[in-house]
């Protein structure tokens, strides 16, 4: 699970551009929108092609992004879950 | 019809920047990209919705943050600012970017940037400016019409200023040049008219 939320951490910064954010300024249960990391619904679509390209997870729901999408941690629960082995 | 005022400009132009006259950047720089972080950090820092944005965001909103040193705009309600913008090649760079990405994974951040126009919503959420605004795309800078038609704006109380100008970025190609217009003089007070526009923009 560490390795996971570090690699997610890196992948979230590479996706999403945020060149003045480093892994380690990221929590594991710091939310991600609003006053957390500020990401907004644009991120989110980047987000589920994030799930989608590299863990090959498709959102079925989109209403079960803001419980998904909560945190690295909640992230990686969720990939951890829905990885297909 | 009152004479309104020219009262700051901005050129950014290969791999130089000019403000009122004065040469505030010229530098060698190894392409656009390079050249607006580099802008990013001298000029600006801590907005980091910067980088998410396309190149012609960027560009359009680095003259506009170069244009509003030293010049603020909260004398006025957020409604009495005016963007009237320009360019030639609209949003195209982005356009084929995002293209390319259909092929894959359609990316939602280049999307959103494939309308030239994103660039003044940037501009206005930077400065919380909610007044008059316009994109046009032309092959050449239509100074007479650019100047008329901000006049206009000014006149019929629209607008108590406006910042308006050319921000064209194609590739490698780029050029900003912008304005501020305001009822009143302050700053370099210069009459706003067709043929000052002309001799600056030369």
């Known amino acids: 699970m560490e390795k996971l939320m570090a690699d997610l951490k890196a992948q979230i910064i590479e996706q999403l551009n945020l060149q003045e954010v480093k892994p380690e300024d990221i929590g594991d249960d710091q939310p991600l929108f609003k006053d957390g990391l500020g990401l907004d619904s644009i991120d989110a679509l980047e987000l589920i092609v994030l799930m989608q390209q590299h863990y090959n997870i498709r959102m079925a729901n989109p209403d079960d992004g803001p419980k998904i999408f909560q945190s690295i941690r909640t992230m990686a629960e969720f990939i951890t879950a829905n990885q297909k082995a | 019809m009152t004479l309104n005022k020219l009262n700051a400009y901005t050129i950014i132009r290969p791999f130089h920047v000019i403000k009122n006259g004065e040469v505030l950047v010229d530098e060698q720089s190894a392409g656009l990209q390079e050249f607006l972080r580099s802008l990013y950090d001298r000029f600006a820092g801590q907005y980091q919705k910067f980088h998410k944005m396309d190149l012609l965001s960027k560009l359009g909103w680095m003259a506009a943050e170069v244009l509003l040193q030293d010049m603020p705009m909260d004398k006025y309600p ?32 280049l999307f959103v940037y494939t309308l030239p126009n994103i660039v003044t919503g940037e501009i206005s959420i930077r400065h919380k400016f909610k ?3 316009a994109f046009f795309v032309s092959e050449q800078f239509d100074i007479p019409f650019m100047t008329a038609y901000v006049q206009q704006l000014l006149d019929t109380n629209a607008a108590q200023a406006c910042i308006c100008g050319w921000i064209e970025q194609y590739h490698e190609d780029f050029e900003a040049v912008l304005f501020l217009v305001e009822k009143e003089g302050r700053g370099a007070a210069l009459p706003f008219t067709a043929g000052q526009i002309e001799k600056l923009y030369q």
């Not at chain 2, 356009?95 to 994974?105: A, G, L, P, S």
């Open chain 2, 131 to 133: 007044g008059e605004n």
């Open chain 2, 78 to 109: 957020q409604e009495d600012t005016a963007l009237v913008f320009a360019n030639r090649s609209a949003s195209l760079d982005t356009d084929e970017r995002y293209y390319d990405t259909v092929q894959d994974i359609a990316s939602p951040a």
